[in-house]
């Protein structure tokens, strides 16, 4: 059974950092795609970031420069940090993953690009 816990989310004022984390279970973590989405109240959930197995990745458009996702394969772990935040990224964040290599950018994949969701984390900025 797959299973994705996300943590590190918080409140912050606007400009500073979080980290966000994602430990997974119950399959072969290193092989295949993984995002992080959110989703704000009264909006869709939109995708955030995505890597794949090779390391190679991609970002909305709202976040390149300032979000920065990574793996660490040995861990099972899933991370997004998050730079220069503003009162916009305030959301419910979501890590995602599927048991296929990602095959397009994030924007393309969608929600409908990956299977396995966690439960969320909280994120609000305060400007």
């Known amino acids: 059974q797959v299973q994705l816990v996300e943590s590190g989310g918080g409140s912050v004022q606007a400009g500073g950092s979080l980290r966000l984390s994602c430990v997974t279970s119950g399959y072969t973590y290193s092989s295949y795609c993984m995002g992080w989405f959110r989703q704000a109240p009264g909006k869709e959930r939109e995708g955030v970031a995505s890597?794949?197995?090779?390391?190679?990745?991609s970002y909305a458009d709202s976040v390149k420069g300032r979000f920065t996702i990574s793996r660490d394969n040995a861990k099972n772990t899933l991370y997004l940090q998050m730079n220069s935040l503003k009162s916009e990224d305030t959301a419910m964040y979501y890590c995602a993953a599927d048991l296929l290599p990602c095959v397009t950018d994030i924007q393309a994949l969608g929600v409908f690009g990956f299977s396995y969701w966690g439960q969320g984390t909280q994120v609000t900025v305060s400007s």
């Open positions: 890597i794949d197995s090779d390391g190679s990745t």
